[in-house]
């Protein structure tokens, strides 16, 4: 599987790109061309990288045509979004708390570092691997006071001790 392993991560650089909508906010305003020129310069950039990286880098070359293409069509989504609404950047999203779901992610990702978890497990690894890393990211978040893990704690607690009671 290690050849798969930088496609993977190129492919998790798609993830981060994908946690920033600003489409849904230019659609709610009903200014959809923006939408449909982010697209279309998205595909011309994803094209002309994969012409250009397909051929050397092969499928690796076309995850990071894909990731790049859609970095653009982000870029260009969020300057709509600004001169649509009118506000500045940093009113766009909520960039303090993406910043600590970032970090939160990166630092639990150390646990997956080592191959000992396939080395040593098998497949059975990769299950604990992946449990040892939610639980990580999970108190990460809490640590971090990101607004969301708060409040889904919130919800949480009361749920369990009303299981306590009964």
Same mark, same amino acid.
């Given at each position: 599987?290690?050849?798969?392993?930088?496609?993977?991560?190129?492919?998790?650089?798609?993830?981060?790109?994908?946690?920033?909508?600003?489409?849904?906010?230019?659609?709610?305003?009903?200014?959809?061309?923006?939408?449909?020129?982010?697209?279309?310069?998205?595909?011309?950039?994803?094209?002309?990288?994969?012409?250009?990286?397909?051929?050397?880098?092969?499928?690796?070359?076309?995850?990071?045509?894909?990731?790049?293409?859609?970095?653009?069509?982000?870029?260009?989504?969020?300057?709509?979004?600004?001169?649509?609404?009118?506000?500045?950047?940093?009113?766009?999203?909520?960039?303090?708390?993406?910043?600590?779901?970032?970090?939160?992610?990166?630092?639990?990702?150390?646990?997956?570092?080592?191959?000992?978890?396939?080395?040593?497990?098998?497949?059975?690894?990769?299950? *604990?691997?992946?449990?040892?890393?939610?639980?990580?990211?999970?108190?990460?978040?809490?640590? *971090?006071?990101?607004?969301?893990?708060?409040?889904?704690?919130?919800?949480?607690?009361?749920?369990?001790?009303?299981?306590?009671?009964?």
């Amino acid at each position: 599987y290690l050849p798969a392993v930088i496609v993977m991560q190129l492919f998790a650089l798609a993830f981060v790109r994908e946690c920033v909508d600003f489409g849904v906010p230019l659609r709610a305003i009903n200014r959809t061309q923006p939408i449909l020129i982010a697209n279309a310069l998205g595909i011309g950039v994803n094209l002309a990288l994969l012409l250009v990286l397909l051929p050397e880098k092969g499928l690796a070359g076309a995850v990071g045509a894909y990731v790049v293409s859609r970095v653009v069509d982000g870029v260009y989504l969020a300057v709509a979004l600004k001169h649509a609404y009118q506000v500045s950047y940093a009113a766009l999203a909520p960039w303090k708390d993406l910043a600590k779901v970032a970090a939160a992610a990166s630092l639990a990702a150390v646990v997956l570092y080592s191959k000992s978890w396939t080395d040593e497990l098998g497949l059975i690894g990769v299950i *604990f691997g992946g449990i040892v890393y939610v639980i990580a990211f999970a108190a990460l978040l809490l640590l *971090f006071r990101v607004p969301e893990a708060m409040q889904l704690l919130q919800w949480i607690r009361p749920a369990t001790l009303l299981r306590r009671l009964r």
